[in-house]
Nanobody
Framework: VILVESGGGVVQAGDSLPLSCIAS????????AAWFRQAPGKEREFLAV????????RYSDSIRGRFSISRDGPSNTIFLQMNNVKPEDTATYYC??????????????????WGRGTQVTVSS
């Protein structure tokens, strides 16, 4: 599966920013889709995941209540709506998909395909 993220940019604290990720290729094998982020010098961090079959979602405690993950099935697009952003949200944001089960969804190495990322910078 080929993933392409878009929507990043420079925003101010408190702003909202929608990110998108379009999936193409053999999308029939997608079991779940997730968003991660990675700040300079830090490990890749799980943010949110959505199961493709029934829409069940899970969030990281660090963004719960501010970010939301959604999808548009017909267009194979995964969204991450970021609200009330903070300077600590500055990072490169990645979408990822996997064809396996629901276990260990927070672990980056369990995902099969990744996009190249989109940079989000939040100024104070």
């Amino acid at each position: 599966v080929i993933l392409v993220e878009s929507g990043g940019g420079v925003v101010q604290a408190g702003d909202s920013l929608p990110l998108s990720c379009i999936a193409s290729g053999d999308t029939s094998k997608m079991y779940s889709a997730a968003w991660f982020r990675q700040a300079p010098g830090k490990e890749r961090e799980f943010l949110a995941v959505k199961r493709w079959s029934d829409g069940v979602v899970r969030y990281s405690d660090s963004i719960r209540g501010r970010f939301s993950i959604s999808r548009d099935g017909p267009s194979n697009t995964i969204f991450l709506q970021m609200n009330n952003v903070k300077p600590e949200d500055t990072a490169t944001y990645y979408c990822a998909v996997r064809s396996s089960d629901w276990s260990d969804y927070q672990i980056a190495s369990t995902y099969d395909d990744w996009g190249r990322g989109t940079q989000v910078t939040v100024s104070s």
